[in-house]
């Protein structure tokens, strides 16, 4: 099983980046996935996540109404198109996998299925 994503950069503030997260290995379609982030210095926490059928997703208070969590289960890839970036959006996300896992019992979740390598995301002031 692999998760790998991508689509991290350096960005300012203000601006847009998509993520993307693609499993390999798995029946993608019967799993919830999340994506999650670490700051430098902080711990990990949950960023957004959408259950396997896409019927529902739940986001950080922090981000919400700025990142959109989506999924196409036809290519097996999770994305999250993170609008109106600030500073402290800067951290390395990471996605995540867990069968069966609606988005909310996902966010709290400290133990899953499955992690991917992680893409750096830098926001500049």
């Known amino acids: 099983v692999q998760l790998q994503a991508s689509g991290g950069g350096l960005v300012q503030a203000g601006g847009s980046l998509r993520l993307s997260c693609t499993a390999s290995?798995?029946?993608?379609?019967?799993?919830?996935m999340g994506w999650f982030r670490r700051a430098p210095g902080k711990e990990r926490e949950f960023v957004a996540a959408?259950?396997?059928?896409?019927?529902?997703?739940y986001y950080a208070d922090s981000v919400k109404g700025r990142f959109t969590i989506s999924r196409d289960n036809a290519k097996n890839t999770v994305y999250l198109q993170m609008n109106s970036l600030k500073p402290e959006d800067t951290a390395v996300y990471y996605c995540?996998?867990?069968?069966?896992?609606?988005?909310?019992?996902?966010?709290?979740?400290?133990?899953?299925?499955?992690w991917g390598q992680g893409t750096q995301v830098t926001v500049s002031s």
């Open positions: 290995g798995v029946t993608f379609s019967i799993y919830g």
């Open positions: 995540a996998a867990d069968k069966f896992t609606t988005p909310r019992t996902l966010s709290t979740r400290t133990s899953l299925g499955y």
């Open positions: 959408i259950s396997w059928s896409s019927g529902s997703t």
